[in-house]
């Protein structure tokens, strides 16, 4: 089944780019996304990527994904304060969200 | 505000003892998710159903029961509480059956604690 890992913590200064990074390996998962989870509420679709892309950006976001070597970033340009979150990167297939595979969370800290 | 909500927020529970987490939304998806949130674990689901009718087991099903008799609610069953169910539990929904991204709509969670 599905396996998907990411580093737990991940400290960056304000202004800077943030770049968080996955891998999975199962390379039938049709969509790859990225969750943001702030203190205290649970998790939000921050962004995804259809598995035959190798990029999206949408504003301050940009996904990069490797099928080669089934690698999936996320890259935050200019970090702020309320970008501080738990940010999830998972996989799955479009038939059924029951398959969808999360990875442990990278837990992105700000430091002014 | 439309989406989904959890209850109780958060609740000390004796081990040995029954507990139900209930879920409740308003956005006439049909399918609904129970996961847990353990540190440095992510999120690992517990059951699911994927019409109301129809439920079935997730990754960690064990210690746990659902039912779904109406689209709106999914509530979670612990029939007798231990200590390793000690955890963060989120609901989630999905606008499944045919072809959608598989986005998920959480709740806020329920922090279970077990002693």
């Known amino acids: 089944g599905e396996d998907v890992e990411q580093s737990l913590f991940l400290s960056v200064r304000e202004g800077d780019s943030s770049v968080i990074n996955c891998t999975y390996t199962d390379s039938s998962s049709t969509y790859l996304y990225w969750y943001k989870q702030e203190p205290g509420a649970g998790l939000q679709l921050l962004t995804y990527i259809f598995s035959n892309m190798d990029m999206k950006q949408d504003q301050r976001l940009t996904v990069l994904l490797n099928k080669k070597d089934k690698h999936l970033s996320l890259r935050i340009a200019d970090t702020q304060t309320g970008d501080s979150a738990i940010y999830f990167c998972?996989?799955?297939?479009?038939?059924?969200?029951?398959?969808?595979?999360f990875g442990s969370g990278t837990r992105l800290s700000i430091r002014p | 505000i439309a989406g989904i909500t959890q209850a109780p927020t958060s609740q000390i529970l004796a081990a040995g003892r029954r507990m139900t987490l209930r879920c409740t939304q308003d956005m006439r998806h049909n399918a609904m998710y129970w996961y847990r949130q353990d540190l440095g674990l992510g999120l690992r689901l517990i059951h699911y159903s994927n019409t109301a009718g129809t439920t079935g087991k997730g990754e960690v099903p064990d210690g746990y029961s659902v039912s779904r008799a109406n689209t709106d609610d999914f509530p979670l069953t612990l029939a007798s509480a231990v200590p390793s169910q000690t955890s963060v539990y989120f609901c989630?929904?999905?606008?499944?059956?045919?072809?959608?991204?598989?986005?998920?709509?959480f709740g806020e969670g329920s922090r279970l604690t077990v002693l």
């Open positions: 989630a929904s999905s606008p499944s059956s045919g072809r959608t991204t598989g986005e998920l709509f």
């Open positions: 998972a996989g799955g297939e479009y038939s059924s969200a029951s398959k969808i595979i």
